[in-house]
């Protein structure tokens, strides 16, 4: 007989499952699972019927026992007139039980792989009984208490991992961990090291920045010094992989599947469209814009194009902002000359000859090893004197051009500026005011609901698409024969059409959705459970709790070079029509019926149950980093507040 408590609870008795007639039954088998010894009559009608006198409950726990034993059998359960046990035996095996004896103290790296194999979900996932706060109580705790355990061996094993250098595996269970509790700084640390150790920099200083967004939100506390150092050993590049990584062995089945790179579909307009005025920014400069919503493929999308550029003998220099630094003035600016000053790393690079050694003084105002660039390079001109900032964007601007001058016209991007900082704010509109007589695409991508329609940089774009100076696409939704091709090309010669459509449905054309999706199944999970990476889980996280303003983007022209950025002053043609009509026949079920913050948060459940409930720490007194207890699934809910909200007096709210 096989108990399962870790996740969806359930009893299998030679092979078949047992049906329990009642949810006491359920909860009786998992209480004296859990138990070694037998446990008193007394205490299961406390447990199980704490509103029943005496008698009634023990005439209630003679009728379950009765239930128990015909779900799994006379010789299941050992009763007595004082107490009652589980039959224990070489029969009987419980997950919980297999879980810690292979997470021991001490036990191998491979046991801890296998038990955290085992350990397939929560504690009880989704069961609850209604009538009994005691036993309520009970599973919290024991739910908590496996957390932890499970946290416990989630560190250990990735220690083992990382010391036989298996740093990929060894990441999957580290990104687990942390799903545990995004506020545990050990976790977010062995992350950060092990993105740098397995050469993914970028991916290293994201996880800082996760982590200082996350600490910052929920806690108002600074990363700790142990942390800054990390990021700052990863970022001046003294963190590095070993030189053995590209002998490594694949991750192991069953880690968190890296997000596939699927082809680049529906996308062909835009992609011309953007081609085109990479072509025309010769001799002058023009500006692009991609907007669309998160997770419609405006990073992708400008990749692609990156791509061909190049291929073309184009250089492209191209930068991210983030808006939990918009505090920083300049941050992503001062990074676009970090990634000019890199291109000087090739010998033949020799870009700072054409430029005036006072712009590239003052530029290095920002990024002092400019100034090195060249041996007549003056001092910087004070930053007070009048015209002091036009000099600093107009030095920023030189020296750009100059480290993008190719065969090609250079490229600059800034990808998500709706988070940038108002200082790199002025210096992108400084620029794109000035792209006369330079060779020079300037790419900005932003989110549209993020980028209201007075804003400046939206006023920008359509005073420049009026003077045909500028270009602006708007990638949208992809159609069912589109996610079909995708699904096609993740899954070869399996012509799926029932997993296309539900594919199809499921990411209602989002791309992010697509290409996570396939990700997961192509990891051999499903969606439905851990197979999405944290980061991933992260930005659904983000999603669900950003206010929407209306309805995402939808169809409509996807490229215009004339100010149409606003859907309401799109041509009639052009116009977005209702989702499901947009995508006729096939169109999106459901869609339209819940508002999409429930839809999302509905699939957040599904996809990440501990993150459904993070909401719930809200509550939870704020402690400084250091004093967070090490792991913490679910908080145990106290007793009073239990009762307080089964009263209905207040319902905490999941933040989600
Ligand atoms: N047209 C597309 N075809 C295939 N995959 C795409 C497409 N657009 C985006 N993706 C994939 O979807 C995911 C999200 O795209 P991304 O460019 O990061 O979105 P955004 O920058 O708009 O938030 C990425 O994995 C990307 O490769
Ligand atoms: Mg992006």
């Known amino acids: 007989m096989q108990i399962t408590l870790l996740g969806v609870p359930s009893v299998t008795r030679d092979g078949e499952r047992a049906v329990l007639d009642t949810r006491k039954a359920l909860a009786l088998i998992a209480h004296l699972a859990?138990?070694?010894?037998?446990?008193?009559?007394?205490?299961?009608?406390?447990?199980?019927?704490?509103?029943?006198?005496?008698?009634?409950?023990?005439?209630?726990?003679?009728?379950?026992?009765?239930?128990?034993?015909?779900?799994?059998?006379?010789?299941?359960?050992?009763?007595?007139?004082?107490?009652?046990?589980?039959?224990?035996?070489p029969d009987l095996e419980i997950d919980v039980e297999c879980f810690r004896r292979l997470a021991?103290?001490?036990?191998?790296?491979?046991?801890?792989?296998?038990?955290?194999?085992?350990?397939?979900?929560?504690?009880?996932?989704?069961?609850?009984?209604?009538?009994?706060?005691?036993?309520?109580?009970?599973?919290g705790i024991q739910a908590e208490v496996l957390s932890r355990e499970l946290g416990s061996a989630l560190r250990r094993l990735v220690a083992g991992l990382v010391q036989r250098g298996e740093h990929e595996p060894a990441l999957a269970h580290a990104r687990r961990w942390l799903e545990l509790d995004a506020l545990h700084e050990p976790a977010h640390r062995e992350l950060i090291?092990?993105?740098?150790?397995?050469?993914?920099?970028?991916?290293?200083?994201?996880?800082?920045?996760?982590?200082?967004r996350t600490l910052s939100r929920e806690l108002g506390v600074s990363p700790l010094q142990e942390t800054a150092e990390l990021y700052?050993?990863?970022?001046?590049?003294?963190?590095?992989?070993?030189?053995?990584?590209?002998?490594?062995?694949?991750?192991?089945?069953?880690?968190?599947?890296?997000?596939?790179?699927?082809?680049?579909?529906?996308?062909?307009?835009?992609?011309?469209?953007?081609?085109?005025?990479?072509?025309?920014?010769?001799?002058?400069?023009?500006?692009?814009?991609?907007?669309?919503?998160?997770?419609?493929g405006k990073t992708r999308l400008f990749e692609e194009l990156a791509r061909r550029a190049i291929a073309d003998g184009a250089v492209v220099l191209a930068v991210q902002c983030h808006d939990d630094e918009a505090g920083l003035p300049y941050g992503p600016v001062v990074e676009l000359l970090r990634a000019a000053l890199r291109r000087t790393d090739s010998t033949d690079e020799a870009w700072p000859a054409a430029v005036a050694p006072q712009r590239l003084a003052d530029a290095a105002l920002l990024l002092p090893e400019l100034a090195a660039l060249r041996p007549d390079t003056p001092a910087p001109l004070p930053l007070d004197g009048p015209g002091a900032r036009v000099r600093l964007l107009e030095a920023v601007a030189a020296v750009v051009s100059a480290a993008c001058a190719g065969r090609s016209p250079g490229i600059v991007f800034f990808d998500d500026v709706h988070g940038a900082d108002?200082?790199?704010?002025?210096?992108?509109?400084?620029?794109?005011?000035?792209?006369?007589?330079?060779?020079?695409?300037?790419?900005?991508?932003?989110?549209?609901?993020?980028?209201?329609?007075?804003?400046?940089?939206r006023r920008l774009a359509v005073d420049a698409a009026r003077a045909g100076t500028a270009t602006i696409v708007s990638p949208v939704r992809l159609t069912q024969d589109e996610v079909g091709a995708l699904v096609q090309a993740a899954r070869p010669g399996t012509p799926e059409a029932g997993l296309q459509r539900r594919v199809y449905l499921e990411s209602e054309g989002l791309p992010l959705f697509v290409a996570q999706y396939l990700a997961a199944q192509a990891g051999g999970g499903t969606p439905a459970h851990d197979g999405l990476p944290a980061d991933v889980q992260g930005f659904l996280r983000r999603q669900a709790r950003r206010p929407r303003r209306g309805r995402p983007s939808g169809a409509g022209s996807r490229c215009h070079d004339r100010p149409l950025v606003r859907s309401g002053h799109r041509p009639r043609g052009e116009r977005p029509r209702r989702r499901g009509a947009r995508r006729g026949a096939g169109g999106v079920a459901g869609a339209g019926r819940r508002p999409r913050g429930r839809r999302i948060r509905a699939r957040l459940r599904l996809l990440t149950p501990e993150a459904a409930l993070a909401g719930l720490r809200r509550d939870e007194p704020r402690a400084p980093a250091t004093a967070a207890p090490p792991h913490r699934g679910r908080p145990v809910e106290g007793r009073r507040r239990r009762r307080a909200r089964r009263a209905g007096r207040q319902a905490p709210a999941p933040c989600l």
Do not use: K, M
């Not at 128990?68 to 009652?84: K, L």
């Not at 090291?193 to 200082?212: I, M, P, S, W």
């Not at 792209?435 to 804003?455: F, N």
């Open 193 to 212: 090291r092990l993105h740098a150790l397995t050469g993914d920099r970028a991916a290293a200083l994201e996880q800082y920045r996760d982590c200082v």
């Open 422 to 457: 108002e200082a790199t704010i002025d210096a992108i509109s400084y620029l794109s005011r000035r792209l006369e007589g330079r060779a020079l695409l300037l790419v900005v991508s932003w989110r549209s609901e993020a980028v209201q329609p007075g804003h400046r940089l």
């Open 104 to 139: 021991a103290e001490g036990a191998s790296t491979d046991d801890l792989g296998a038990a955290v194999a085992q350990y397939s979900g929560r504690f009880l996932d989704g069961f609850a009984l209604r009538d009994s706060v005691e036993f309520d109580d009970w599973q």
């Open 34 to 89: 859990l138990s070694e010894r037998p446990r008193p009559r007394e205490a299961l009608c406390d447990l199980l019927w704490p509103e029943h006198d005496a008698s009634h409950a023990r005439g209630a726990l003679r009728r379950t026992l009765s239930t128990v034993r015909g779900a799994i059998g006379d010789d299941g359960v050992q009763a007595s007139s004082d107490s009652v046990a589980l039959q224990r035996g």
């Open 232 to 296: 700052e050993q990863v970022n001046d590049g003294s963190l590095t992989p070993p030189a053995q990584a590209a002998q490594r062995p694949p991750a192991a089945s069953g880690s968190v599947p890296a997000p596939l790179q699927l082809p680049l579909v529906g996308r062909e307009r835009e992609l011309a469209a953007l081609a085109g005025a990479h072509a025309a920014s010769r001799p002058e400069g023009r500006l692009a814009v991609i907007e669309g919503e998160a997770g419609i």
